[in-house]
Nanobody, 125 residues
Framework: QVQLVESGGGLVQAGGSLRLSCVAS????????MAWFRQAPGKEREPVTY????????YYEDSVKGRFTISRDNAKNTVFLQMNSLKPEDTAVYYC??????????????????WGQGTQVTVSS
């Protein structure tokens, strides 16, 4: 069993930055690929980014490429999401997820076994 706890959300002006963190419990963090999803009011949950468990391969949703960066520290059981040049359309609840997921299916929320409770990110214009 893995428990995920996100932090770092908040209110920021357009063009600003935030860094989200997701800390995982347990000693098996390194066996899981990690991802960030987000859900805006009235919309479905959508994939944002993914990092593999081993070689650090990453994938990004097109709208965040060049602005967001995912990274992980297996020694600290933590995955990070650095978000720069934020836009009002980035406003959402951001969730981290863990699972034995290959990069070919990184965008499929059903492939992930564990989810955090979410952290709110609000970008004002």
């Amino acid at each position: 069993q893995v428990q995920l706890v996100e932090s770092g959300g908040g209110l920021v002006q357009a063009g600003g930055s935030l860094r989200l963190s997701c800390v995982a419990s347990g000693r098996t963090f390194s066996v899981y690929a990690m991802a960030w999803f987000r859900q805006a009011p009235g919309k479905e949950r959508e994939p944002v980014t993914y990092i593999s468990r081993s070689d650090g391969s990453t994938y990004y949703e097109d709208s965040v490429k060049g602005r967001f960066t995912i990274s992980r520290d297996n020694a600290k059981n933590t995955v990070f999401l650095q978000m720069n040049s934020l836009k009002p359309e980035d406003t959402a609840v951001y969730y981290c997820a863990a699972g034995r997921v290959f990069g070919s299916t990184w965008y499929n929320s059903l492939a992930y076994d564990y989810w955090g409770q979410g952290t709110q990110v609000t970008v004002s214009s």
